[in-house]
């Protein structure tokens, strides 16, 4: 499988806990992006990677959530003390080069907050 | 602030007519636009795009307008067959940043038998 794969489809937590999504990108497509999606919303962007390096991130929601890209391959997504309000589709997106326009997305980690 | 807008939540079309999704955006740094379509359960898939340099861009059945004065594009699906019934999310980039892509809500598309 050479797509985006995301990890796991499906995560139910209590409020406070922690909670960490993964998220494996086409080979070398070096530019990786993280997005949020609710109900009746389009996807909405968190933060965004250019091989190892966070290159933003001042959307990312709130500083309980935090994202990395070690040695520029897979990206994880923390998600620290969760709300109900976190419940949510999380979405990893990569574009295989510097200008190109297409994100290819993953299927998804969709979390749910009890 | 909704930088693209969808004003349609849903839409019905019967099966072999022409179906037209609507989309509006604000910024007129945009240059390029998307049309993505999603099943439940799955991710976004690609479906066709445009650039601002153009106004229309055609593959298959999906053909995209664009008209850039109105800051507005469509998506016409012609026919429409029950495999289409999905979210069509409209997005766009260049408005300045490096975020990616910026979506609309999505419009649902639903072609009756």
């Known amino acids: 499988d050479t797509g985006v794969s995301q990890d796991p489809r499906h995560k139910i937590t209590k409020r406070g806990q922690n909670v960490t999504f993964r998220c494996d990108p086409i080979?070398?497509?070096?530019?990786l992006y993280w997005y949020r999606q609710t109900l009746g919303q389009g996807p909405e962007f968190l933060t965004y990677?250019?091989?190892?390096?966070?290159?933003?991130k001042s959307r990312l929601l709130s500083d309980r959530f935090s994202a990395e890209r070690p040695k520029g391959s897979f990206s994880t997504l923390e998600i620290q003390r969760t709300e109900q309000g976190d419940s949510a589709m999380y979405l990893c997106?990569?574009?295989?080069?510097?200008?190109?326009?297409?994100?290819?997305f993953g299927a998804g980690s969709r979390l749910t907050v009890l | 602030d909704q930088q693209v807008k969808q004003n349609s939540p849903s839409l019905s079309v019967q099966e072999g007519r022409i179906s037209i999704l609507n989309c509006d955006y604000t910024?007129?740094?945009?240059?390029?636009f998307l049309w993505y379509k999603k099943y439940p359960a799955e991710g976004p898939t690609f479906l066709i795009s445009?650039?601002?340099?153009?106004d229309k861009n055609e593959d298959g059945r999906f053909t995209v307008f664009l008209n850039k004065s109105a800051k507005h594009l469509s998506l016409h699906i012609v026919p429409s067959q029950p495999g289409d019934s999905a979210v069509y999310f409209c997005?766009?980039?260049?408005?300045?940043?490096?975020?990616?892509?910026?979506f609309g809500k999505g419009t649902h598309l639903i072609i009756q038998p």
């Open positions: 997106a990569n574009i295989p080069w510097d200008g190109a326009n297409v994100l290819t």
């Open positions: 990677f250019q091989n190892e390096a966070q290159l933003e």
């Open positions: 997005a766009a980039s260049g408005g300045g940043g490096a975020d990616g892509l910026t």
């Open positions: 910024n007129s740094m945009f240059d390029y």
């Open positions: 445009i650039s601002s340099i153009k």
């Open positions: 080979s070398e497509h070096n530019r």
